[in-house]
């Protein structure tokens, strides 16, 4: 689809991930992992982790988040910081402002706010 280096956070199954926030769960605080984390449920607060993390569809996040790769295919309202990459794919939306050293916009994504792309 995309020629990028780090495209295999595209790949990512299930059993990628040592933890899976499920569709039912509404959590409210701060977040902070080492590993993979994907998200179904709805998140309000900080997300912290130098890992990867992944908004699946049906997801919302409210909250700033800083990780070191950020695929979206949620909703996201907060700053969006990455080490290294923001994916944004064709379902998912992200109001507030994301700096990476790479940006993915899909067509058909929804972003509203700054972009800054810094080097890593």
């Known amino acids: 689809m995309f020629d990028i280096k780090d495209i ?4 990512l199954e299930d059993e990628d991930f040592d ?3 499920a569709d039912d769960i509404v959590f409210k605080g701060t977040i902070r992992f080492a590993k993979p984390f994907m998200i179904r449920g709805e ?15 049906h997801a919302a996040v409210y909250a700033n988040i800083t990780a070191d790769r950020i695929l979206v295919r949620g909703i996201v309202e907060g700053s969006v910081t990455a080490k290294r990459l923001v994916v944004v794919t064709a379902e998912g939306s992200v109001l507030g402002n994301i700096t990476s050293a790479q940006v993915v916009l899909e067509p058909g994504s929804s972003f509203t706010g700054k972009c800054t792309m810094v080097k890593s």
């Not at 295999?8 to 790949?11: C, G, H, I, S, V």
């Not at 607060?45 to 992944?54: A, K, N």
């Open 43 to 57: 998140v309000s607060g900080i997300i912290e982790t130098p890992s990867d993390l992944v908004v699946d569809s």
């Open 19 to 21: 933890t899976i926030m």
């Open 8 to 11: 295999d956070l595209y790949e």
